[in-house]
């Protein structure tokens, strides 16, 4: 098998005609949908959701349970609710080929409202028609995200599973929910009950004996081919995309051996420096910490905690930001803590990237300005009253000097009169300070 075609390098495996690794989650995935148990697969992009959506969907046509993926990209975004709702069962007509006219059971029904003819639709039709178990995938449900009427969409997706407890008919029908978002992300009204149903199924990077299949694509002996895969995976800790594209990019250098410092070299100018403007991996893990966080610096400052490492960060699933770090697939979960997910992401989101990205933090400024104006207040506070004592004992001394010089002048004065005698003692001394003395 050559390089060509062993490594896929965007889209589904499938599709390029790669070779698929099977995982964990593809047993996991198989098993709820055979159980016809409401799923997702929520995880950042290029960890391989379609191409685990696709491999599904052919073993369990293997086994005789019908399916269709509806990818929501299709349908458009600047599109009117009722064209998104009628695309979406255009979609499963197409795939599972029903009799019945949708375009004109949609128009003879356009007195309801569009998630009620949509839940209508899975109930008389799709249902009827079709005998055995349905899965439906539903695709890059993250596009939903910029859309204002979806919140129907979903609460129509939990009402179907709601409503197995009094329609039976409904427990042949299950959805796949695969993309980047979060289940809290999917309805935007916080009046509105969260999307809560369904089991998430965690897609993980390769383990090398996942990868080891890779390790045929570099047309060299079995020993230094699993050697160089083990190197590829020591930078890429089994990311399918970074390790794919490492494993292509070594492929095309064109070398007949390679060592660590080569494969290391390889890394350097596929991914890090200028390489990691252009790389499209790298640009989604960038604009996911920078432009789609709805607290960048929040973000960015529990990112660079993880980055450092000087203590452990622990996960949180109510935590927003930690959610988000996740799914932009910068960090992962380890023993409950969070780290930085490989080498690679090491290198390009470090701690000066994240000094030069950090936004400034205002209200952080202001509280320090604050507490400056507060110390700078206290100061006066304190050093006012000190001032004003210190002038008023300034003031006493020079009075008491001044009172105690025009004393001594009065006694020497008195005393030249006793000595000397003189009739001008009335004149020289006036009576009151005489009667003083």
Same mark, same amino acid.
């Given at each position: 098998?050559?390089?060509?075609?062993?490594?896929?390098?965007?889209?589904? &495996?499938? $599709?390029?005609?790669?070779?698929?690794?099977?995982?964990?989650?593809?047993?996991?995935?198989?098993?709820?949908?055979?159980?016809?148990?409401?799923?997702? &697969?929520?995880?950042?992009?290029?960890?391989?959701?379609?191409?685990?959506?696709?491999?599904?969907?052919?073993?369990?046509?293997?086994? !005789?349970?019908?399916? #269709?993926? =509806?990818?929501?990209? @299709?349908?458009?975004?600047? /599109?009117? $609710?009722?064209?998104?709702?009628?695309?979406?069962?255009?979609?499963?007509?197409?795939? +599972?080929?029903?009799?019945?006219? =949708?375009?004109?059971?949609?128009?003879?029904?356009?007195?309801? !409202?569009?998630?009620?003819?949509?839940?209508?639709?899975?109930?008389?039709? +799709?249902?009827?028609?079709?005998?055995?178990?349905?899965?439906?995938?539903?695709?890059?449900?993250?596009?939903?995200?910029?859309?204002?009427?979806?919140?129907?969409?979903?609460?129509?997706?939990?009402?179907?599973?709601? $409503?197995?407890?009094?329609?039976?008919?409904?427990?042949?029908? *299950?959805? %796949?929910?695969?993309? &980047?978002?979060?289940?809290?992300?999917?309805?935007?009204?916080?009046?509105?009950?969260?999307?809560?149903?369904?089991?998430?199924?965690?897609?993980? @990077?390769?383990?090398?004996?996942?990868?080891?299949?890779?390790?045929?694509?570099?047309?060299?002996?079995?020993?230094?081919?699993?050697?160089? +895969?083990?190197? /590829?995976?020591?930078?890429?800790?089994?990311?399918?995309?970074?390790?794919?594209?490492?494993?292509? $990019?070594?492929?095309?250098?064109?070398?007949?051996?390679?060592?660590?410092?080569?494969?290391?070299?390889? %890394?350097? *100018?596929?991914?890090?420096? #200028?390489?990691?403007?252009? @790389?499209?991996?790298?640009?989604? =893990?960038?604009?996911?910490?920078?432009?789609?966080?709805?607290?960048?610096?929040? =973000?960015?400052?529990?990112?660079?905690?993880?980055?450092?490492?000087?203590?452990?960060?622990?996960?949180?699933?109510?935590?927003?930001?930690?959610?988000?770090?996740?799914? *932009?697939?910068?960090?992962?979960?380890?023993?409950?803590?969070?780290?930085?997910?490989?080498?690679?992401?090491?290198?390009?989101?470090?701690?000066?990237? %994240?000094?030069?990205?950090?936004?400034?933090?205002?209200?952080?400024?202001?509280?320090? #300005?604050?507490?400056?104006?507060?110390?700078?207040?206290?100061?006066?506070?304190?050093?006012?009253?000190?001032? /004003?004592? #210190?002038?008023?004992?300034?003031?006493?001394?020079?009075?008491?000097?001044?009172?105690?010089?025009?004393?001594?002048?009065?006694?020497?004065?008195?005393?030249? /009169?006793?000595?000397?005698?003189?009739?001008?003692?009335?004149?020289?001394?006036?009576?009151?300070?005489?009667?003083?003395?």
């Amino acid at each position: 098998m050559s390089g060509a075609t062993i490594y896929t390098v965007g889209g589904t &495996v499938q $599709a390029g005609g790669g070779v698929y690794l099977p995982r964990r989650a593809d047993e996991e995935l198989w098993g709820l949908c055979r159980s016809s148990t409401f799923a997702y &697969v929520l995880t950042p992009r290029q960890m391989g959701k379609s191409s685990l959506m696709v491999q599904t969907a052919e073993t369990l046509a293997d086994e !005789g349970i019908r399916s #269709a993926i =509806v990818d929501l990209q @299709d349908l458009g975004a600047q /599109v009117t $609710a009722e064209q998104w709702y009628f695309g979406f069962l255009v979609k499963l007509e197409d795939q +599972l080929m029903l009799d019945t006219d =949708v375009v004109s059971w949609w128009r003879d029904r356009e007195h309801l !409202g569009v998630s009620q003819r949509l839940t209508q639709f899975f109930e008389s039709v +799709l249902l009827t028609e079709i005998p055995e178990p349905i899965v439906i995938f539903v695709d890059e449900i993250d596009t939903t995200l910029s859309l204002d009427f979806t919140d129907d969409f979903f609460t129509a997706i939990r009402y179907l599973y709601l $409503a197995r407890a009094h329609k039976p008919v409904f427990q042949r029908l *299950s959805f %796949v929910l695969v993309g &980047v978002a979060t289940p809290g992300d999917l309805i935007h009204d916080p009046k509105r009950t969260p999307f809560n149903i369904g089991q998430r199924v965690d897609l993980t @990077d390769f383990t090398q004996t996942e990868a080891l299949p890779l390790a045929a694509g570099f047309g060299l002996p079995a020993d230094q081919a699993t050697q160089v +895969l083990g190197w /590829v995976m020591q930078w890429t800790g089994g990311h399918p995309y970074l390790t794919q594209r490492l494993c292509r $990019a070594l492929v095309d250098a064109g070398q007949l051996y390679w060592t660590k410092e080569a494969v290391d070299r390889t %890394v350097s *100018s596929t991914f890090l420096g #200028a390489m990691c403007e252009q @790389d499209s991996n790298m640009q989604f =893990v960038r604009d996911m910490l920078t432009k789609r966080a709805d607290d960048v610096y929040g =973000v960015l400052t529990t990112y660079r905690e993880v980055w450092r490492g000087r203590q452990p960060v622990l996960d949180e699933e109510q935590s927003l930001t930690k959610s988000h770090l996740k799914l *932009s697939g910068v960090v992962k979960r380890s023993d409950g803590a969070l780290t930085v997910r490989n080498p690679i992401y090491r290198e390009v989101f470090d701690d000066q990237w %994240v000094k030069s990205h950090l936004p400034v933090n205002w209200m952080q400024r202001i509280q320090r #300005a604050r507490g400056v104006a507060l110390m700078s207040m206290l100061l006066v506070l304190i050093s006012v009253p000190l001032a /004003v004592l #210190a002038w008023e004992r300034t003031s006493y001394a020079e009075k008491l000097h001044r009172e105690t010089e025009r004393q001594r002048q009065i006694i020497e004065r008195f005393c030249h /009169v006793l000595m000397y005698g003189g009739k001008k003692t009335q004149q020289q001394f006036p009576y009151e300070e005489c009667n003083k003395q």
